[in-house]
Protein backbone atom coordinates (compact mmCIF):
# COMPACT_ATOMS: atom_id res chain seq x y z
CA UNK A 1 0.00 0.00 0.00
CA UNK A 2 1.27 3.41 -1.27
CA UNK A 3 -0.01 6.50 0.48
CA UNK A 4 1.63 9.70 -0.14
CA UNK A 5 1.16 12.90 1.12
CA UNK A 6 -0.47 13.89 -2.46
CA UNK A 7 -2.76 10.75 -2.93
CA UNK A 8 -4.71 10.70 0.47
CA UNK A 9 -7.00 7.83 0.61
CA UNK A 10 -5.35 6.56 -2.61
CA UNK A 11 -4.29 2.68 -2.68
CA UNK A 12 -2.05 0.88 -4.67
CA UNK A 13 -1.93 -2.81 -4.66
CA UNK A 14 2.25 -4.20 -3.98
CA UNK A 15 1.96 -6.36 -6.86
CA UNK A 16 2.05 -5.76 -10.91
CA UNK A 17 -0.08 -7.21 -13.13
CA UNK A 18 -4.28 -7.32 -13.82
CA UNK A 19 -4.55 -10.41 -11.34
CA UNK A 20 -2.76 -9.12 -8.23
CA UNK A 21 -4.34 -5.53 -9.14
CA UNK A 22 -8.05 -7.11 -9.73
CA UNK A 23 -7.32 -9.31 -6.16
CA UNK A 24 -6.11 -6.12 -4.31
CA UNK A 25 -8.89 -3.89 -5.30
CA UNK A 26 -11.77 -6.23 -4.53
CA UNK A 27 -9.94 -6.75 -1.18
CA UNK A 28 -9.83 -2.83 -0.53
CA UNK A 29 -13.16 -1.99 -1.89
CA UNK A 30 -14.86 -4.70 0.11
CA UNK A 31 -13.22 -3.39 3.55
CA UNK A 32 -13.86 -0.11 2.33
CA UNK A 33 -17.27 -1.22 2.29
CA UNK A 34 -17.88 -2.63 5.28
CA UNK A 35 -16.68 0.55 6.54
CA UNK A 36 -18.49 2.93 5.42
CA UNK A 37 -22.49 2.70 3.79
CA UNK A 38 -21.59 4.41 0.62
CA UNK A 39 -24.61 3.84 -1.42
CA UNK A 40 -22.43 4.00 -4.65
CA UNK A 41 -19.22 2.31 -6.05
CA UNK A 42 -17.98 4.49 -8.94
CA UNK A 43 -15.63 2.37 -11.52
CA UNK A 44 -13.35 4.41 -13.75
CA UNK A 45 -13.06 2.30 -16.90
CA UNK A 46 -14.95 -0.25 -18.44
CA UNK A 47 -11.89 -2.44 -17.20
CA UNK A 48 -13.00 -2.24 -13.88
CA UNK A 49 -16.69 -3.34 -14.41
CA UNK A 50 -17.05 -7.37 -13.40
CA UNK A 51 -15.52 -5.90 -10.04
CA UNK A 52 -17.43 -2.74 -9.48
CA UNK A 53 -20.63 -5.23 -10.04
CA UNK A 54 -19.17 -7.95 -7.90
CA UNK A 55 -19.16 -5.72 -4.93
CA UNK A 56 -22.27 -3.95 -5.67
CA UNK A 57 -23.94 -7.25 -5.41
CA UNK A 58 -22.23 -8.63 -2.47
CA UNK A 59 -22.69 -5.53 -0.46
CA UNK A 60 -26.21 -4.32 -1.94
CA UNK A 61 -25.01 -0.84 -3.88
CA UNK A 62 -25.60 0.79 -6.77
CA UNK A 63 -22.65 -0.10 -9.88
CA UNK A 64 -21.54 3.13 -11.87
CA UNK A 65 -18.89 2.90 -14.66
CA UNK A 66 -16.97 6.11 -16.60
CA UNK A 67 -16.00 4.49 -20.38
CA UNK A 68 -13.64 7.04 -22.30
CA UNK A 69 -14.09 5.39 -25.73
CA UNK A 70 -11.22 2.59 -26.61
CA UNK A 71 -12.29 0.77 -23.26
CA UNK A 72 -15.33 -0.09 -24.72
CA UNK A 73 -14.03 -1.33 -28.08
CA UNK A 74 -10.47 -2.53 -27.28
CA UNK A 75 -11.06 -5.56 -29.72
CA UNK A 76 -9.43 -8.60 -27.43
CA UNK A 77 -12.53 -11.35 -27.43
CA UNK A 78 -11.20 -12.01 -23.58
CA UNK A 79 -11.39 -8.75 -22.66
CA UNK A 80 -14.73 -8.16 -24.07
CA UNK A 81 -16.43 -11.21 -22.46
CA UNK A 82 -14.86 -10.62 -19.21
CA UNK A 83 -15.11 -6.57 -19.10
CA UNK A 84 -17.36 -4.80 -21.49
CA UNK A 85 -19.81 -7.57 -21.53
CA UNK A 86 -21.39 -6.78 -17.97
CA UNK A 87 -21.46 -3.12 -18.67
CA UNK A 88 -25.33 -3.76 -19.50
CA UNK A 89 -25.69 -4.68 -15.95
CA UNK A 90 -24.98 -1.55 -14.31
CA UNK A 91 -27.18 0.80 -12.58
CA UNK A 92 -25.29 3.59 -15.00
CA UNK A 93 -22.54 4.02 -17.39
CA UNK A 94 -21.52 7.05 -17.78
CA UNK A 95 -19.72 7.89 -21.36
CA UNK A 96 -17.41 11.08 -21.65
CA UNK A 97 -19.02 12.00 -25.15
CA UNK A 98 -21.79 11.39 -27.13
CA UNK A 99 -19.93 8.91 -29.37
CA UNK A 100 -18.85 7.04 -26.35
CA UNK A 101 -22.23 6.78 -25.47
CA UNK A 102 -23.37 5.19 -29.09
CA UNK A 103 -20.44 2.49 -28.53
CA UNK A 104 -21.73 1.63 -25.18
CA UNK A 105 -25.49 1.49 -26.72
CA UNK A 106 -23.85 -0.97 -29.64
CA UNK A 107 -22.70 -3.30 -26.76
CA UNK A 108 -26.03 -3.49 -25.49
CA UNK A 109 -26.32 -0.73 -22.90
CA UNK A 110 -29.62 -0.03 -22.74
CA UNK A 111 -30.04 3.84 -23.57
CA UNK A 112 -32.05 4.99 -20.35
CA UNK A 113 -28.78 3.55 -18.23
CA UNK A 114 -26.10 5.66 -19.95
CA UNK A 115 -25.14 9.35 -19.17
CA UNK A 116 -22.96 11.38 -21.30
CA UNK A 117 -20.92 13.90 -19.03
CA UNK A 118 -18.09 15.66 -20.82
CA UNK A 119 -14.58 15.88 -18.69
CA UNK A 120 -13.94 18.63 -16.90
CA UNK A 121 -11.30 20.98 -17.03
CA UNK A 122 -9.43 23.53 -14.47
CA UNK A 123 -9.80 26.89 -16.67
CA UNK A 124 -7.71 28.58 -13.34
CA UNK A 125 -4.80 26.52 -14.38
CA UNK A 126 -4.41 27.79 -17.81
CA UNK A 127 -5.01 31.15 -17.30
CA UNK A 128 -2.16 33.80 -17.58
CA UNK A 129 0.20 34.75 -20.87
CA UNK A 130 3.15 33.46 -22.17
CA UNK A 131 6.80 33.50 -20.95
CA UNK A 132 9.49 34.44 -23.16
CA UNK A 133 12.13 32.02 -21.07
CA UNK A 134 10.25 29.24 -21.28
CA UNK A 135 9.79 29.44 -24.79
CA UNK A 136 13.42 30.20 -24.93
CA UNK A 137 14.49 26.83 -23.71
CA UNK A 138 11.94 24.59 -25.77
CA UNK A 139 14.20 26.02 -28.91
CA UNK A 140 10.76 28.18 -29.90
CA UNK A 141 11.53 31.95 -30.01
CA UNK A 142 10.49 33.80 -33.36
CA UNK A 143 8.33 30.88 -34.28
CA UNK A 144 4.81 30.41 -34.77
CA UNK A 145 4.04 27.63 -32.85
CA UNK A 146 1.33 24.69 -34.06
CA UNK A 147 1.06 22.52 -30.99
CA UNK A 148 -0.04 19.22 -30.43
CA UNK A 149 -0.03 17.56 -26.47
CA UNK A 150 -1.19 14.03 -25.85
CA UNK A 151 0.50 10.33 -26.38
CA UNK A 152 1.96 9.17 -29.27
CA UNK A 153 -0.90 6.41 -30.06
CA UNK A 154 -0.94 5.55 -33.42
CA UNK A 155 -4.27 7.04 -33.87
CA UNK A 156 -3.31 10.55 -33.02
CA UNK A 157 -1.96 10.88 -36.47
CA UNK A 158 1.36 13.31 -35.69
CA UNK A 159 3.22 11.43 -38.38
CA UNK A 160 0.71 11.45 -40.92
CA UNK A 161 0.19 15.92 -40.04
CA UNK A 162 4.64 16.01 -40.47
CA UNK A 163 4.08 13.65 -44.04
CA UNK A 164 1.33 15.55 -45.24
CA UNK A 165 0.09 18.45 -43.80
CA UNK A 166 3.43 20.30 -42.40
CA UNK A 167 5.47 20.49 -45.69
CA UNK A 168 2.03 22.55 -47.23
CA UNK A 169 1.91 24.92 -43.99
CA UNK A 170 5.92 25.17 -43.68
CA UNK A 171 5.64 26.62 -47.47
CA UNK A 172 3.23 29.34 -46.95
CA UNK A 173 4.28 29.93 -43.22
CA UNK A 174 8.00 29.60 -43.17
CA UNK A 175 8.92 30.09 -39.33
CA UNK A 176 6.56 27.62 -38.50
CA UNK A 177 7.19 25.27 -35.61
CA UNK A 178 5.20 21.81 -35.00
CA UNK A 179 5.82 20.99 -31.42
CA UNK A 180 5.41 18.06 -30.18
CA UNK A 181 4.75 17.05 -26.53
CA UNK A 182 4.27 13.65 -25.31
CA UNK A 183 6.05 10.11 -25.77
CA UNK A 184 5.50 6.79 -26.67
CA UNK A 185 2.33 5.18 -24.53
CA UNK A 186 4.57 2.80 -22.92
CA UNK A 187 2.29 1.82 -19.88
CA UNK A 188 -0.13 1.24 -22.10
CA UNK A 189 -2.22 -2.00 -22.47
CA UNK A 190 -3.48 -1.01 -26.27
CA UNK A 191 -0.15 0.89 -27.90
CA UNK A 192 3.31 -1.15 -28.20
CA UNK A 193 3.92 0.78 -31.41
CA UNK A 194 7.30 2.80 -31.70
CA UNK A 195 5.43 6.06 -33.08
CA UNK A 196 7.81 8.54 -31.83
CA UNK A 197 10.48 6.30 -33.77
CA UNK A 198 8.38 6.54 -36.84
CA UNK A 199 7.98 10.57 -36.67
CA UNK A 200 11.31 10.89 -36.16
CA UNK A 201 11.97 9.01 -39.66
CA UNK A 202 9.41 10.93 -41.05
CA UNK A 203 11.20 14.08 -40.10
CA UNK A 204 14.12 13.20 -41.44
CA UNK A 205 12.39 11.99 -44.40
CA UNK A 206 10.22 15.49 -45.06
CA UNK A 207 13.97 17.11 -44.15
CA UNK A 208 11.91 19.35 -41.87
CA UNK A 209 14.40 18.98 -38.56
CA UNK A 210 14.38 23.05 -38.44
CA UNK A 211 9.97 22.88 -38.06
CA UNK A 212 9.43 20.15 -35.73
CA UNK A 213 10.49 20.04 -31.59
CA UNK A 214 9.63 16.61 -30.36
CA UNK A 215 9.77 17.84 -26.82
CA UNK A 216 8.34 14.51 -24.86
CA UNK A 217 6.91 14.52 -21.37
CA UNK A 218 6.84 18.79 -19.75
CA UNK A 219 5.69 20.01 -16.27
CA UNK A 220 2.94 20.94 -15.64
CA UNK A 221 3.83 24.43 -15.41
CA UNK A 222 5.58 24.61 -18.82
CA UNK A 223 2.98 22.87 -20.75
CA UNK A 224 0.81 25.73 -19.73
CA UNK A 225 3.17 28.07 -20.50
CA UNK A 226 3.65 26.38 -24.32
CA UNK A 227 -0.18 26.48 -24.80
CA UNK A 228 0.35 30.37 -24.47
CA UNK A 229 3.18 30.82 -26.77
CA UNK A 230 1.72 28.51 -29.19
CA UNK A 231 -0.69 30.00 -32.03
CA UNK A 232 -3.28 27.18 -31.98
CA UNK A 233 -3.57 23.33 -31.26
CA UNK A 234 -4.17 20.47 -33.59
CA UNK A 235 -5.33 17.18 -32.98
CA UNK A 236 -5.18 15.27 -36.50
CA UNK A 237 -6.88 11.90 -35.59
CA UNK A 238 -7.12 8.71 -37.68
CA UNK A 239 -10.23 7.28 -38.33
CA UNK A 240 -10.55 3.47 -38.58
CA UNK A 241 -8.83 0.83 -36.93
CA UNK A 242 -9.16 -0.87 -33.26
CA UNK A 243 -8.35 2.25 -31.88
CA UNK A 244 -11.22 5.48 -30.79
CA UNK A 245 -10.11 9.29 -29.61
CA UNK A 246 -13.50 9.06 -26.96
CA UNK A 247 -13.14 13.18 -26.38
CA UNK A 248 -9.75 14.52 -26.37
CA UNK A 249 -9.73 16.85 -23.61
CA UNK A 250 -6.39 18.46 -24.77
CA UNK A 251 -8.68 20.67 -26.88
CA UNK A 252 -10.39 21.55 -23.74
CA UNK A 253 -7.10 22.86 -22.21
CA UNK A 254 -6.32 24.71 -25.56
CA UNK A 255 -9.65 26.18 -25.09
CA UNK A 256 -8.93 27.84 -21.49
CA UNK A 257 -5.77 28.82 -22.28
CA UNK A 258 -7.65 30.65 -25.07
CA UNK A 259 -5.95 29.08 -28.42
CA UNK A 260 -8.26 27.75 -31.00
CA UNK A 261 -8.18 24.20 -32.02
CA UNK A 262 -7.93 22.24 -35.59
CA UNK A 263 -8.90 18.77 -35.54
CA UNK A 264 -10.72 15.73 -37.32
CA UNK A 265 -13.89 14.85 -36.75
CA UNK A 266 -13.60 11.88 -34.95
CA UNK A 267 -14.79 10.14 -32.57
CA UNK A 268 -16.22 12.56 -29.50
CA UNK A 269 -13.86 14.91 -30.71
CA UNK A 270 -17.19 17.13 -32.33
CA UNK A 271 -18.17 17.42 -28.59
CA UNK A 272 -15.06 19.28 -28.03
CA UNK A 273 -14.61 21.84 -30.48
CA UNK A 274 -18.03 24.32 -31.37
CA UNK A 275 -16.94 23.79 -35.74
CA UNK A 276 -16.41 27.45 -37.14
CA UNK A 277 -16.45 29.28 -33.39
CA UNK A 278 -13.42 27.67 -30.77
CA UNK A 279 -12.20 25.59 -34.12
CA UNK A 280 -12.36 24.33 -36.95
CA UNK A 281 -13.17 20.37 -38.04
CA UNK A 282 -12.25 18.68 -40.92
CA UNK A 283 -12.45 14.99 -42.53
CA UNK A 284 -9.91 12.53 -41.53
CA UNK A 285 -7.01 12.03 -43.42
CA UNK A 286 -7.88 15.20 -45.75
CA UNK A 287 -4.52 16.65 -45.20
CA UNK A 288 -5.35 19.55 -47.56
CA UNK A 289 -8.42 20.92 -45.40
CA UNK A 290 -6.59 20.16 -42.31
CA UNK A 291 -2.87 22.11 -43.65
CA UNK A 292 -5.32 24.91 -45.15
CA UNK A 293 -7.13 25.33 -41.87
CA UNK A 294 -4.20 26.13 -39.89
CA UNK A 295 -2.56 28.52 -42.72
CA UNK A 296 -5.99 30.40 -42.74
CA UNK A 297 -5.69 30.99 -39.01
CA UNK A 298 -1.91 32.04 -38.80
CA UNK A 299 -2.57 34.32 -41.23
CA UNK A 300 -5.42 35.57 -39.65
CA UNK A 301 -4.70 36.92 -36.39
CA UNK A 302 -8.20 38.54 -35.80
CA UNK A 303 -9.90 35.29 -36.47
CA UNK A 304 -7.74 33.22 -34.38
CA UNK A 305 -7.85 35.57 -31.95
CA UNK A 306 -11.48 35.55 -31.54
CA UNK A 307 -11.80 31.62 -31.85
CA UNK A 308 -9.41 31.68 -28.90
CA UNK A 309 -11.68 33.79 -26.68
CA UNK A 310 -14.81 31.76 -27.67
CA UNK A 311 -12.70 28.80 -26.77
CA UNK A 312 -11.83 30.27 -23.38
CA UNK A 313 -15.79 31.24 -22.74
CA UNK A 314 -16.84 27.43 -23.74
CA UNK A 315 -14.15 26.44 -21.48
CA UNK A 316 -15.74 28.33 -18.70
CA UNK A 317 -18.91 27.97 -19.25
CA UNK A 318 -19.78 24.78 -20.30
CA UNK A 319 -16.36 22.15 -19.61
CA UNK A 320 -15.67 24.02 -16.19
CA UNK A 321 -15.27 21.68 -13.10
CA UNK A 322 -17.91 23.59 -11.51
CA UNK A 323 -20.19 22.45 -14.54
CA UNK A 324 -19.28 19.27 -14.36
CA UNK A 325 -19.73 17.91 -10.72
CA UNK A 326 -23.01 19.10 -10.47
CA UNK A 327 -23.85 16.44 -13.05
CA UNK A 328 -22.29 14.32 -11.65
CA UNK A 329 -24.06 14.77 -8.10
CA UNK A 330 -27.45 15.25 -9.95
CA UNK A 331 -27.33 11.64 -11.16
CA UNK A 332 -25.88 10.05 -7.97
CA UNK A 333 -28.87 11.74 -6.22
CA UNK A 334 -31.33 10.16 -8.75
CA UNK A 335 -29.76 6.71 -7.86
CA UNK A 336 -30.16 6.90 -4.53
CA UNK A 337 -33.82 8.48 -5.33
CA UNK A 338 -34.48 5.56 -7.09
CA UNK A 339 -32.86 3.05 -4.62
CA UNK A 340 -35.03 4.24 -2.24
CA UNK A 341 -38.14 3.96 -3.73
CA UNK A 342 -37.32 0.36 -4.73
CA UNK A 343 -37.01 -0.27 -1.15
CA UNK A 344 -40.36 0.99 -0.39
CA UNK A 345 -41.80 -0.97 -2.98
CA UNK A 346 -40.21 -4.17 -1.59
CA UNK A 347 -40.84 -3.94 1.89
CA UNK A 348 -44.80 -2.84 0.97
CA UNK A 349 -44.99 -6.28 -1.13
CA UNK A 350 -43.82 -8.57 2.25
CA UNK A 351 -45.86 -6.82 4.32
Known amino acids: MDRS ?21 LMRGALQLVRNRSPIIFGGSALVTPLVLLLARLFGRKAVVLVHGLDVI ?75 VGRLAKRKGVREFIAHALPRIVEKIPNACFAVVGANPHASLAHRNDTLGEIRAEIARQGLRDHVRLLGALSDEALVQL ?65 DAVIALLQDDARRRSMGNIARRRAQTAFSWAQIVPRYEKLFQSLLAASVSETAIEQSARS
Not at 11 to 24: E, I, N, S, V
Not at 275 to 287: F, K
Open 5 to 25: ADEKNVYRGPLAGLLPFALYA
Open 74 to 148: YPSPLYQHLCVRWLRFCDQVIANSSYTAMLAREKGVVPNSITVIAPGVDSDRFAGAANDETTEMLGLAGKRVILF
Open 227 to 291: YHASELVVLPVLAGGDDVEGFGIVLLEAGAAGKPAVATRVGGISDAIDDGRSGVLVEAEDHDSMA
